[in-house]
């Protein structure tokens, strides 16, 4: 695995087959891929990696079950395949995810159904294990009756029960940590990767693209990137930045908001629970149990503002909250359990509805009377990525550059491969107590040299999971700032950046 260096004035001396813009997982896909192709390939990032939409996902590795239901055979297999790749390219960083929804017979929610589908799901997924670890293999699921469901999960509303459906899917709970570790083999493989760099212009000659002109955000200063192709996969900015470098696609993304929040507060169940609150036209929930808490979602909305931050409004939160509670009786969740609400955009198949687009979408500019070489791709699921980017390239390189060399992900045979004892402390959050942080102090200097950790927030939220114990980290974060060598000024900036970093319930309602 490579290194990520932030050196943005030699990075505009060299010349790239590719600029990607945008260092969500969609970009550092694009950027992984092309590596593998024998790409030389820049990719630029106008805050931190991943920070945007793809810090905020509920970390599940969707395979298909849900699109049975309308029979979308497609998505189904494209989920599954992803899936797979996931489970057998990060076994360390993925794990088995066993799922259960009570069922109460209403609709299509009852034992008989769930047999039905629960079979065909593995039927058509019978591949499913094939090269992943064995630890990894997702059993096949099954239908249990009411007494084994209230075992799995002693707090279900029991009046009315028949039983309960159970699978298995796979969830990734340090995404963050995958997406780095994507970037790093990228960047091992001849990628070049900066954060804090913004794309604000297309540098055209006639109706040839040969790259971007970007603001290095730290320095101020301005540099031009030479590429005879950009693909923006800038996301929520995805539709402005196409009409910024071209022409307005609609299409490309019509946002819609989406939101997680991560309770402090035990998990009811060691599965992830599906509940659906008792009133008509009610959302299925996940709560999902991560890190000895419970990550519940997702809450959805129609959006219409600008694509910086967005949260739900209050009035949002206690609704999604007084669902949960209604969904699990007896849960009794609270704002008081609020760590921090996961927001993010999602592409809509309209302007101001909350129905999510179905598939990805990628646009040549060039086929369209635009900029020869400039490309836009949007898609759906982070469980998706690596597909959209090989379509993407497939398209704007041709099968002639289909993957050159093979790849696996090897742990760090040093204290940053997950399973170590530093990396658990700081992926689990410091453990038991700030003290944590001092037998980790190598790693963390370690991540800062190697991953372009450029801010303390960048630490907390996109290297490690400090952020899940706010407490404890912030009485550690002042300690930290000692490994940047920071002064009295700086550390207290770089401080409230971390505080602003959360969104509990008085910030959400803002
Ligand atoms: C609440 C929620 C729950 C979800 N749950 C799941 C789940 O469980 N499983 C799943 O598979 N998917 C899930 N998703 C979907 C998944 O998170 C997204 O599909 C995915 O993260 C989108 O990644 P992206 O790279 O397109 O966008 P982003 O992560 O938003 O990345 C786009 C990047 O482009 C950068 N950028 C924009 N403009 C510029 C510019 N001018 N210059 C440089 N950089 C720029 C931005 O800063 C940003 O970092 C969820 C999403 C949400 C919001």
Known sequence: MGSIIRRPGAAARDSYDLVIVGGGIYGAMLALESSLRGLHALLLEKGDFGGATSFNSLRILHGGLRYLQSLDLHRFRESVGERSWFLRSFPNHVQVLPCLMPLYGEGLRRPAVFRAALGLNDWLSRERNLAVRADRHLPSGRVVDASATVSLFPG?????????????????????????DVLRSACGLGSVALNYVEAQDLLKSGSQVWGILGRDLQSGEELEFRGKVVINAGGPWSREMAARFDRDVPHLFQGSIAWNVLFDREPPSDHALALKPKHPGARTYFLVPWKGMILAGTGHAPWSLGSERPLPSREQLECFVEDLNRAAPGLGLTGGDIVHVLAGLLPAVRTGS?????????????????????????????????????????????????????????????????????????????????????????????????????????????????????????????????????????????????????????????
């Open 156 to 180: 279900v509303d029991r009046r009315d029960l028949l039983g309960g459906a159970v699978w298995y899917d796979a969830c990734m709970p340090d995404s963050q940590r995958i997406l780095m």
């Open 354 to 510: 909350d129905e999510l687009a179905l598939r990805e979408v990628i646009v040549d500019h060039g086929a369209q009377g635009g900029g020869h070489g400039l490309y836009s791709v949007s898609g759906v699921k982070f469980t998706t990525a690596r597909l959209v980017a090989e379509k993407t390239l497939n398209r704007v390189f041709g099968h002639s550059r289909a993957v050159r060399r093979s790849w696996t992900w090897t742990p760090r045979p040093d204290a940053l491969q997950p399973g170590t004892a530093e990396m658990a402390a700081l992926l689990g959050g410091l453990g038991d107590s700030s003290d944590g942080v001092d037998g980790c102090e190598g790693v963390l200097g370690k991540l800062i040299e190697e991953e372009s950790v450029v801010h303390l927030e960048d630490l907390f939220f996109r290297r490690t999971s400090l952020w899940t114990r706010p407490k404890e980290a912030l009485h550690a974060a002042p300690r930290l700032c000692r490994l940047w060598g920071w002064d009295e000024a700086e550390c207290a900036s770089e401080l409230t950046r971390v505080q602003e970093g959360y969104v509990n319930y008085d910030a959400a309602g803002r």
